[in-house]
């Protein structure tokens, strides 16, 4: 079966980094796309990147570009997160997304969007803390 698991969480002081995982399991990374979100209490789930893993395409969302890395991971099979130059406003929990298959890619890429309908499948969250 699928399973997605974040992990790397934890509280930073403004300016700081933090480096997110998600481990996959169930599934080959060829033709897939993963993608990281978050939501901060009361607000809606904001997409934040996505990777295509047939190309090694990405898409970051305004607010993160320059700032936030996707990428898969070195020696497992794991997509990461790197997040510098925090700011309290990055506060919330990170969940990371699969969509296996590689469908959304057309609809991310051609039409700039990044929504959570996309994903079928995942993880349980990471909490992300920047005061």
């Known amino acids: 079966h699928v399973q997605l698991v974040e992990s790397g969480g934890g509280s930073v002081q403004a300016g700081g980094s933090l480096r997110l995982s998600c481990a996959a399991s169930g599934f080959t990374f060829s033709t897939t796309c993963l993608a990281w979100f978050r939501q901060a209490p009361g607000k809606e789930r904001e997409g934040v990147a996505v990777?295509?893993?047939?190309?090694?395409?990405?898409y970051y969302t305004a607010s993160v570009k320059g700032r936030f890395t996707i990428s898969q991971g070195n020696g497992k099979n794991t997509v990461d997160l790197e997040m510098d130059s925090l700011t309290a406003e990055d506060t919330a929990t990170y969940y990371c997304a699969a969509d296996l298959g590689g469908t959304s890619w057309a609809t991310i890429s051609q039409m700039k969007i990044l929504r959570p309908y996309l994903f079928a499948y995942w993880g349980q969250g990471t909490q992300v803390t920047v005061s």
């Open positions: 990777l295509y893993t047939m190309t090694s395409a990405t």
